[in-house]
């Protein structure tokens, strides 16, 4: 049984996704649910699955806080769920071919630092793209540059607000998130 570690720094819709899905599952088991943001709402959908919660800030990122506490609890794999920080080098050496990103985006296009949620979805907007998606990829020290996984697209049509295409977005995120991490286990 694997043990995986979710990273995330907001709502954590996506991570309640995941800890729903591996809650019965005889391939992995969610651990840990970290943040970088101690009023992040994921700390309590952790909460009403029994997961662990471990808050850490930038620095203790950095110096190796956090990768002591994924060591201390076995982490097999760390799962970015709207994760917002860049990874540390030194993590990423720790867990290679272990960490795993969602983007709100067909990456090559519309990825790097600051594209993250909204600024995505109005950037695809302002681009007159006619489709968008996810991609699933393994984190590497570039922002959004690591191995694609997988990709699910969905339409955009003119009209589309970039709430609109976020809520087409999430239902990929959603649908696929989980089932592409079983995928690896």
Same mark, same amino acid.
């Given at each position: @049984?694997?043990?995986?570690?979710?990273? #995330?720094?907001?709502?954590?819709?996506?991570?309640?996704? &995941? @800890?729903?899905?591996?809650?019965?599952?005889?391939?992995?088991?969610?651990?840990?649910? #970290?943040?970088?943001?101690?009023? %992040? +709402?994921?700390?309590?959908?952790?909460?009403?699955?029994?997961? =662990?919660?471990?808050?850490?800030?930038?620095?203790? @990122? !950095?110096?190796?806080?956090?990768?002591?506490?994924?060591?201390?609890? $076995?982490?097999?794999?760390?799962?970015? #769920?709207?994760?917002?920080?860049?990874?540390?080098?030194?993590?990423? $050496?720790?867990? =290679?071919?272990?960490?795993?990103?969602?983007?709100? %985006?067909? +990456? =090559?296009?519309?990825?790097?630092?600051? @594209?993250?949620?909204?600024?995505?979805?109005?950037?695809?907007?302002?681009?007159?793209?006619?489709?968008?998606? &996810?991609?699933?990829?393994?984190?590497?020290?570039?922002?959004?540059?690591?191995?694609?996984?997988? /990709?699910? %697209?969905?339409?955009?049509? !003119?009209?589309?607000?970039?709430? /609109?295409? #976020?809520?087409?977005?999430?239902?990929?995120?959603?649908?696929?998130?989980?089932?592409?991490?079983?995928?690896?286990?």
């Amino acid at each position: @049984m694997k043990r995986l570690a979710i990273l #995330a720094s907001g709502n954590g819709t996506n991570a309640e996704k &995941i @800890m729903e899905f591996f809650k019965s599952s005889s391939k992995g088991k969610v651990v840990l649910v #970290a943040s970088n943001k101690p009023e %992040a +709402l994921v700390l309590d959908r952790a909460k009403k699955f029994g997961v =662990p919660t471990f808050v850490f800030t930038k620095k203790e @990122m !950095e110096t190796g806080i956090l990768e002591e506490r994924l060591k201390q609890d $076995r982490v097999d794999w760390v799962i970015l #769920a709207g994760f917002l920080l860049k990874i540390p080098e030194s993590l990423i $050496r720790s867990f =290679p071919d272990s960490i795993v990103n969602i983007h709100p %985006a067909l +990456l =090559p296009k519309f990825g790097g630092k600051g @594209m993250y949620g909204a600024h995505v979805h109005q950037a695809v907007k302002d681009a007159g793209d006619k489709e968008t998606g &996810i991609t699933i990829h393994l984190v590497n020290e570039q922002y959004d540059q690591g191995r694609i996984i997988f /990709q699910a %697209a969905t339409p955009v049509y !003119e009209e589309d607000s970039p709430e /609109q295409i #976020a809520e087409k977005v999430h239902d990929l995120e959603h649908r696929f998130f989980s089932q592409v991490i079983d995928s690896l286990l």
